[in-house]
């Protein structure tokens, strides 16, 4: 019997349980969210629960979220670091799961943005937010708290795995959750956020600063968007890049190069 972990319960109707599975990418884990009834004081097993991201499939971590009565399970997006353990939780509880694309998505439905969820005492409300991949999905709770999966990160700026995410889509997701009202914002990787306007702004101030930087990377290799690999700004606009990050860094730029040339 794998050893069982309690959610931490961080504000009312919202448990967090961070999955053991720490790299540069995924940073301290995935956040699985536990959604419930807010007017319940506590967090108990067989809670009636909503769970956004089941994470990887990691026994104790999945054993550890069927202690509760998942009624409902929702995908921010496809990465297997969200979706590996879909699986194996049905197996453990039968709940439902939904995600934008059906591949992800078991005995029930797909996503439809706008849509609003009434399940385990609480309001939910699907808002699509292409450009990490163009599946992503962010949830707000209660029209008072932003749950953002690798749309936001709780640290650090996420990637854009250019050509199914894209720059342009990634803007339009960053305006369209800065038109929401202010409220508290939950990443699936890293720290809660007690605001959300000053980190989504944050965020569209670096990918502004980015484009500057290619922009002007262009202009010292004196060569048009087209005629240009990612490998051959990789020095100029990540100088220092940690090896490991190769790879996350190229989607980027191959994003930006595309949008760039996208909007000449």
Partial sequence: ?????????IAPGIGLLTADN??????????????????????????????IDPGPEH????QSLAQ???????ITHRHADHTGGIDRLRELTGAPVRAKLAEYSRDAPVLEDHEVINAAGTRIQVHFTPGHTSDSV???VEDSRLFTGDTVLGRGTTILEHPDGTLADYLDSLHRLLAL????LHPAHGQQHVTSHQLLRAYLEHRESRLEQVRA?????????ADVTPADLLEIVYPDLDPRLV???????EAQLHYLASNR
């Fill in 138 to 140: 962010c949830f707000t």
């Fill in 217 to 225: 990377a262009l202009q010292k290799l004196g060569k048009a968007g």
């Fill in 59 to 62: 026994e104790e971590h999945l």
């Fill in 22 to 51: 720490p790299s540069e990418m995924t940073l301290d884990g995935t956040n699985s969210y536990l959604l419930f009834d807010p007017a319940l004081t506590q967090l108990e097993p067989e809670t009636p629960v909503v769970l």
């Fill in 181 to 184: 009202p202010e409220m508290s």
């Fill in 247 to 253: 790879g996350a860094a190229s989607h980027s730029l």
């Fill in 1 to 9: 019997m794998a050893h069982l972990s309690s959610p931490t319960v």
């Fill in 68 to 74: 509760f009565e998942i009624q409902l399970v929702l």
